[in-house]
């Protein structure tokens, strides 16, 4: 998930802080030391994600484009400079402007917001944008909620009392309320001072940016692992009391299966998986490979030369092109394999598939699922020349089937025109004549439409009036039977209405 950091240069910025026995800091100092403390923690830990940095004031400005170059993060900070007011809406539509040109609208982000509380002064300010959200123009709307997944956290370099002073806190947790509400204020606790802002960005960091620590097991072999980024708990509408679920920390491998057949499923989330204290990629042939050696070797390098099964899954999967299926909890699973992160390296990835048995129609419940050796025969022959996936629905789909489909009163003007073309030509088209008769009055009793019954009705019998007299005898007969079961059937009577009957051609003694 990627993370925009937002960051306050403005005037109000540059407010001093007193710090006993030490020289006097600016709030924009804090906030960098804030800042920093987040980028080395993410370098260590969430070293695959992009972050940027953006800087704004009354204009906005792009910094740093989304990057896993902490340090180039570091520096643009230690060079930020001083502008004018404050002008959070300006900086949000760069947020959305940046974020979907890079990623879309379909991937979720992160927005750190760093500022000190300051709404701003007159038009642009974020009192003035608020007051005014229910009098614009569609092209001149609030940027939020974004356009995209959001998660918003708002790091003030102010306490709270200092914010409830004014409306301050009141706009900021309106804002976060129209970014979705999935995120959080966090405020400085006592005097402010570089050990308070410290502590407020270290909560961030436990709320946020903390992976989950589980045990990965595969029968008798498991590892410590962590996940980056932390899964969200995940609720089903579907449920009647709709519960949170969240991935176990026993995260159980139930089977392996080719990539082929379990193809591109869909996915609610995608994950890095490292061994614990282990900072590691896979290289090209599946071994532990540190990004960064250091003349001496660290802890997390020597824990690399010994056996890991975290790192033996991973080249497994990368060299036989399989996946692992893993059950998260209950009726819930995800999927382990290697994804490639540059031509040389790559990672061991967990995508979490929707909870329930049955996630991936085409290869049924999970649970379903066996070894190979216990198959009457190869289900993939004997030289895998065939796979058992998809699975055939035990029912006709009936998407599958050849559905009446009116979008356009043109579609509907050609069915009725194919009916009466085969009309004049009775008795010769009788049995297409009453195929496309019973297509279209199934169609119009699908969609309730009974006046289509009746005025296709008044159309045979106008058909049937002008019919020459070299027509043969059992047309009329034919057209009038058609135009009165059609009527009957626009009712709505269930003797003649049911969608499952068809209308039959009448016997005549002139019918062969």
Not at 207 to 219: F, I
Request: proline share 7%.
């Amino acid at each position: 998930m990627p993370t925009v950091v937002l960051m306050d240069v403005s005037l109000s910025m540059t407010r001093p802080v007193s710090l006993d026995g030490s020289e006097e800091f600016q709030r924009k100092n804090l906030a960098v030391h804030g800042l920093n403390m987040l980028f080395e923690h993410m370098a260590s830990n969430y070293c695959l994600e992009f972050t940027s940095l953006m800087a704004f004031s009354s204009l906005w400005e792009l910094l740093v484009p989304f990057t896993r170059d902490y340090n180039a993060l570091q520096e643009a900070l230690s060079n930020l400079e001083d502008y004018d007011k404050t002008c959070l809406e300006s900086a949000l539509n760069g947020v959305s402007n940046v974020v979907q040109q890079e990623w879309g609208s379909a991937c979720p982000c992160q927005v750190v917001l760093v500022t000190d509380g300051s709404l701003g002064i007159g038009k642009g300010s974020l009192r003035h944008s608020l007051q005014t959200l229910k009098h614009r123009v569609d092209d001149k709307k609030f940027p939020l909620p974004f356009p995209f997944p959001t998660k918003m956290f708002i790091m003030s370099v102010a306490n709270a009392e200092e914010l409830q002073m004014t409306d301050a806190m009141d706009n900021l947790e309106e804002l976060l309320r129209l970014s979705g509400g999935d995120g959080q204020i966090f405020t400085t606790e006592g005097p402010l001072c570089m050990k308070s802002v410290q502590a407020m960005f270290g909560r961030l960091i436990d709320h946020a940016y903390t992976p989950l620590h589980a045990v990965l097991h595969c029968g008798n072999l498991s590892s410590d692992v962590q996940v980056f980024p932390r899964p969200e708990p995940v609720v089903m509408d579907e449920e009647v009391e709709p519960m949170p679920r969240s991935v176990n920390i026993d995260l159980e491998i139930v089977g392996f299966i080719e990539i082929a057949d379990i193809s591109s499923p869909p996915v609610i989330s995608r994950h890095l998986v490292l061994p614990i204290n282990v900072n590691k990629e896979v290289d090209d042939v599946g071994t532990g490979t540190t990004d960064e050696l250091e003349e001496e070797p660290s802890a997390s390098q020597m824990a690399g030369k010994s056996p890991n099964f975290c790192v033996l899954l991973h080249g497994s999967l990368k060299v036989e092109g399989m996946v692992a299926l893993v059950q998260l909890g209950p009726e819930w699973y995800g999927m382990l394999y290697s994804q490639a992160d540059s031509k040389k390296k790559s990672n061991l990835m967990m995508s979490l598939f929707e909870p329930g048995p049955e996630p991936l129609p085409w290869l049924g419940k999970i649970t379903h699922l066996g070894p190979i050796s216990e198959a009457a025969e190869n289900p993939y022959g004997e030289d895998d020349s065939k796979s058992p996936f998809p699975l055939q629905p035990s029912a006709k789909r009936s998407y599958a089937q050849n559905v009446t489909v009116w979008i356009k009163a043109s579609g509907l003007q050609t069915d009725v025109q194919k009916i009466l073309r085969n009309a004049r030509k009775l008795p010769d088209k009788t049995q297409t004549f009453y195929k496309e008769l019973n297509r279209l009055r199934k169609a119009a009793l699908a969609f309730g439409f009974w006046e289509l019954l009746k005025g296709v009705a008044d159309l045979l019998e106008r058909e049937c009036t002008l019919l020459p007299d070299s027509a043969h005898p059992d047309a009329a007969f034919q057209l009038s039977h058609a135009a009165q079961q059609l009527k009957l059937a626009s009712t709505g009577d269930s003797q003649y209405a049911a969608f499952d009957h068809n209308i039959a051609p009448m016997h005549t003694d002139f019918s062969s």
